[in-house]
């Protein structure tokens, strides 16, 4: 069994940084990509950034250039910096890791941007 643990959630003014981090542990696995999702009160969840193995990265067209994904492989965690944080940045973040041939999510955690 793998298990997804995010943290660094939390109450910002706009402006401001969070980062959050995720980490797998479980059996030993390969991590092939590492994604960031969110999802908004109302909303459906949207990819926000992802990451391959090798450190191929992608983002969301309204976090290109605010955030930025990263992940440690021997540590088996990804994380995302948050920058330039605006209150549409506001949901709940999740982190997916698919780990050939399944897919597991974290339980998310609340990023909250205050005007």
């Known amino acids: 069994q793998v298990r997804l643990v995010e943290s660094g959630g939390g109450l910002v003014q706009a402006g401001g940084s969070l980062r959050l981090s995720c980490a797998a542990s479980g059996r030993d696995f390969s991590i092939n990509r590492m994604d960031w999702y969110r999802q908004a009160p109302g909303k459906q969840r949207e990819l926000v950034a992802g990451i391959t193995i090798n450190g191929t990265t992608k983002y969301a067209d309204s976090v290109k250039g605010r955030f930025i994904i990263s992940r440690d492989n021997a540590k088996n965690t990804v994380y995302l910096q948050m920058n330039s944080l605006k209150p549409e940045d506001t949901a709940v973040y999740y982190c997916?890791?698919?780990?050939?041939?399944?897919?597991?999510w974290g339980q998310g955690t609340q990023v909250t941007v205050s005007s």
């Open positions: 997916n890791a698919e780990i050939l041939p399944w897919s597991y």
